[in-house]
């Protein structure tokens, strides 16, 4: 059973900088066949789950939302399926539940949140102004 843990979130002021990491278990091991795409997401209180970064099996290939463009940066080691989210420059409204997401598609629009299989339990990111 695939299970993916987050970890770094935390209260920072605005202009500071926070790094979220996800570590996913239960895949057979770190080769390309194993590897997943991945994305962070998050949910601001009252509000639905968007899309923030999403990096294909690689690494080569990453996606960003327009909100966070310039100031996230979403990274992985190669196909090992631990991926990492700086976030430099936060601002208030970047405060919410901020969450992994891994699946077994190939190519295509990273920023859906339907074609995620496997969701971690989400990390809390305050960002005071």
């Known amino acids: 059973q695939v299970q993916l843990v987050e970890s770094g979130g935390g209260l920072v002021q605005a202009g500071g900088s926070l790094r979220l990491s996800c570590a996913a278990s239960?895949?057979?091991?770190?080769?390309?066949?194993?590897?997943?795409?991945m994305a962070w997401f998050r949910q601001a209180p009252g509000k639905d789950r968007e899309f923030g970064a999403g990096?294909?099996?690689?690494?080569?290939?990453?996606y960003y939302a327009d909100s966070v463009k310039g100031r996230f940066s979403i990274s992985r080691d190669g196909f090992k399926n631990t991926v990492y989210l700086q976030m430099n420059n936060l601002k208030p409204e970047d405060t919410g539940v901020y969450y992994c997401?891994?699946?077994?598609?190939?190519?295509?629009?990273?920023?859906?949140?339907?074609?995620?299989?496997?969701w971690g339990q989400g990390t809390q990111v305050t960002v005071s102004a």
């Open positions: 990096i294909s099996r690689s690494g080569g290939m990453t």
């Open positions: 239960g895949l057979a091991d770190d080769s390309a066949d194993s590897s997943l795409p």
């Open positions: 997401a891994g699946g077994r598609f190939f190519g295509g629009d990273y920023s859906s949140s339907v074609r995620y299989e496997y």
